[in-house]
């Protein structure tokens, strides 16, 4: 009979690049030293690979319990950050998405790529970032923590936001993952190494260096954020990173205050006084869309905000259940999920693997479900980009039906000093999710195959 049996893990075999982390029992140790000498460091993986199983179990129950291709009106175009893609076939008619890769044509009137159909937005959605909880890393300053399981959800979905703002910045809105074929851009690389999970300069935007600045706002590894508090997060980041990376300083972060974008402080922040030149502008804009849940009024508000081109989606969810949507059809968004745990990737190795970056099955979430907490993100390239956005946005923000006086967020011709009230440096906690017993069906999601 074998005794104090030691976890370890297995990888079952599976498809399309997913893992399923199941329990194996590894003989006994015959050294009780050993185990009591190391029963804490043991203790913390076997903690962290069953959170890992859990997550990772509810994030394919997610698909599993729902269908897996649901129904999809032919006529209704679906909207990914700018682009549109659209079914063609007679109206009245449904189909499965993934089943008739012909029955999908861009909008060209409306989409600016050149690309055609259900591969079109393929390639497009699976181009996103998609950047998820991770285990075994190196331990985060001042805690034990060497995984993010179960906590660092928001923190994924804010890098997932900005990460698509760096490859517009870098590579441009056309620009297109093929895991097919050989890599023949250094950006793309690079975004990704920006985020590794290390305690590094040279991963400015990785959760060990937010995590350090969280704590300056008193908060520390394995606490929650919110989405506006995230926001700031990544504006302090920015910063600290223009010093030692050149590269970063031709963008700036700029993180609305109460729902307002001042636009003289853009202006002070985007204009280089000594060259005049324009430092590209990610606007981030924090709003709460309801008291304890999402108001409805706002619904044609948050869908069209995808059709913009400027538009680099938004983050929000459920307390502990962060997503990042980056599209919608009918009334039902896109997202990203960053709850599946998969094995840190070494990514300053040569040639590390790119396919777990990439997301190959997007997933929709009725509008009604989201927190009434969000962020809300733009990437304006040039002065005239980001001056057509406040044009553009103006209108969109206001809800319909008589409520003119709600809007989502405003622009303000002029500086946040000048305001009646003190600006703070974060987020009041109004600003952060509502807290209420969340129905069970409530991150009911959809997952639809592409393949």
Partial sequence: MQNNPVMDTQIAPSDNNKSYFLPKLNGPSNSSSVVQDNSSDVEGKVKTRILSMWNNMKFELNSVGMKLKPNFAKESPVWLLGMCYRKLEPPNESTELGTDVAAFQSQSDISCSDEEGLEGFKKDFISKLWLTYRREFPILNGSTYSSDCGWGCMIRSGQMLIGQALVFHFLGRDWRYAPEQKETTVYHRKIIKWFGDKPSRNSPLSLHSLVRIGKGLGK???????????????????????????????????????????????????????????????????????????????????????????????????????????????????????????????????????????????????????????????????????????????????????????????????????AEYAVTNFPPSEYEYANYNSDPDDMESEAFEMI
């Fill in 220 to 418: 520390k590894p394995g606490d929650w954020y919110g989405p506006g508090l995230v926001a700031h997060l990544f504006r302090q980041a920015f910063k600290d990173a223009s010093k030692d990376n050149f590269e970063f300083d031709t963008v700036n972060v700029y993180v609305a205050q109460n729902c307002t974008v001042y636009i003289r402080d853009i202006f002070a922040e985007c204009i280089d006084q000594a060259t005049n030149k324009w430092k590209s502008l990610v606007l981030l804009i924090p709003v709460r869309l309801g008291a304890e849940k999402f108001n409805s009024i706002y619904s044609p508000c948050l869908t069209t905000l995808f059709s913009i081109k400027e538009c680099i989606g938004i983050i929000g969810g459920r307390p502990k259940h962060s997503l990042y949507f980056v599209g919608y059809q009918d009334d039902r968004l896109i997202h990203l999920d960053p709850h599946y745990c998969q094995e840190v990737v070494d990514v300053w190795a040569s040639d590390f693997p790119l396919t777990t970056f990439h997301c190959r099955s997007p997933r929709k979430l009725p509008i009604s479900k989201i927190d009434p907490s969000c962020c809300i993100g733009f990437y304006c390239r040039t002065k005239e980009d980001f001056l057509t956005l406040v044009e553009t946005v103006q209108p969109i923000v206001v809800p319909p039906h008589g409520a003119g006086d709600y809007p989502m967020f405003t622009f303000c011709d002029g500086f946040s000093c000048d």
